[in-house]
């Protein structure tokens, strides 16, 4: 079964501190692994896409890891500021990106 | 670039009645349209997948005659909630991905139309 996983449900952290955020898949044939940031009453943002020939990208203070072999990813925030409380979202796509799987999404609060 | 548009941003409704919601991609030709719908505190649910000049695939449950959806043109799809009920109050958002070979193939999210029922 097609599905995606993400690691912590919610996460509460205080501004200037880093985390990490986990994503598990499991599609076949992989794609690519995308992370979106969703504001409240917004639409999703890209952050990052990999495909499985990438193991790390960054976009300023966010970097995804993927593993293709565990077929994991995870999100790093670096000295997170207030503006990253929003819900991560992981998205695996398959079938040379004709479809895809939605993550539940990790909500992150900073606080300061 | 690959901006996506959705009109209206908020709407409230009474129920019974039907709600047009549109999506645009503005400065891109979207071949496929997505629509998504999102309740408080979760991911987003596909409902369908909308291709130009086409008849949209609903997802599993999702009712084809209560949620019309037309994509008359490479940069314009419609998603019209019919007999809207209370229970059909949710965060519908839209996404448009590009020609294959000739921009963004990749998803970009609109900004979500939120809908509410009386």
């Known amino acids: 079964k097609n599905q995606v996983e993400q690691s912590p449900q919610s996460l509460i952290i205080l501004e200037g501190k880093n985390c990490t955020l986990q994503c598990n898949y499991t599609v076949s044939p992989f794609s690519n692994l995308r992370w979106y940031k969703q504001d409240t009453g917004r639409g999703p943002v890209s952050l990052t896409i990999?495909?499985?020939?990438?193991n790390t990208k960054s976009n300023g203070r966010y970097t995804a890891t993927l593993d293709a072999d565990t077929k994991q990813s995870s999100l790093h925030i670096t000295a997170s500021q207030l503006s990253d409380s929003a819900s991560y979202i992981c998205?695996?796509?398959?079938?040379?990106?004709?479809?895809?799987?939605f993550g539940p999404g990790t909500r992150l609060s900073v606080l300061p | 670039g690959a901006v996506v548009s959705q009109h209206p941003s908020w709407v409230i409704c009474k129920s019974g009645t039907s709600v047009k919601i549109e999506c645009r991609s503005l400065d891109f030709q979207a071949t496929t349209m997505f629509w998504y719908r999102q309740f408080p505190k979760q991911s987003l649910m596909l409902m369908a997948t909308?291709?130009?000049?086409?008849?949209?695939?609903?997802e599993q449950g999702v009712e084809k005659d209560k949620f019309l959806i037309n994509h008359a043109s490479l940069t314009l799809s419609t998603l019209t909630v019919t007999s809207a009920h209370p229970e059909d109050s949710s965060f519908y958002i839209c996404?448009?991905?590009?020609?294959?070979?000739?921009?963004?193939?990749?998803?970009?999210f609109g900004p979500g139309t939120r809908l509410t029922v009386t």
């Open positions: 996404s448009a991905r590009g020609i294959p070979g000739t921009g963004p193939y990749e998803q970009y």
């Open positions: 909308s291709n130009e000049g086409s008849k949209a695939t609903y």
């Open positions: 990999m495909t499985f020939s990438e």
């Open positions: 998205v695996a796509s398959f079938n040379y990106g004709q479809n895809f799987v």
